[in-house]
Nanobody, 120 residues
Framework: QVQLVEPGGGLVQAGGSLRLSCAASGSIFSINAMGWYRQAPGKQRELVARITSGGSTNYADSVRGRFTISKDNAGNTVYLQMSSLKPEDTRVYYC??????????????WGQGTQVTVSS
């Protein structure tokens, strides 16, 4: 069993900052990558930012330069520092983890989501 806990959502004014975190726990052999996705009503879930165990990062074009993803030294917790927030960043944000629970068993896991609201 693998669980993702993602506190950190909230309401912020445009131009402000917010930090999300996500901690993975459970039967984890290794974490290959962790990241954040977001979803608007009626839209497909989209990648926001992702970081691999080796430290490589991917960002959506819409957030590159404003958001920064990082991980702790153990690799079980990731942080998404969101700056210069815009009203269009208002979404439910979901933590995602690509986890190997055994050497040859690999699955993805999702957090419950956290609401980020940016007021204009």
């Amino acid at each position: 069993q693998v669980q993702l806990v993602e506190p950190g959502g909230g309401l912020v004014q445009a131009g402000g900052s917010l930090r999300l975190s996500c901690a993975a726990s459970g039967s984890i052999f290794s974490i290959n990558a962790m990241g954040w996705y977001r979803q608007a009503p009626g839209k497909q879930r989209e990648l926001v930012a992702r970081i691999t165990s080796g430290g490589s990062t991917n960002y959506a074009d819409s957030v590159r330069g404003r958001f920064t993803i990082s991980k702790d030294n153990a690799g079980n917790t990731v942080y998404l520092q969101m700056s210069s927030l815009k009203p269009e960043d208002t979404r439910v944000y979901y933590c995602n983890a690509d986890v190997s629970t055994r050497l040859t068993v690999r699955n993805t896991y999702w957090g419950q989501g956290t609401q980020v609201t940016v007021s204009s």
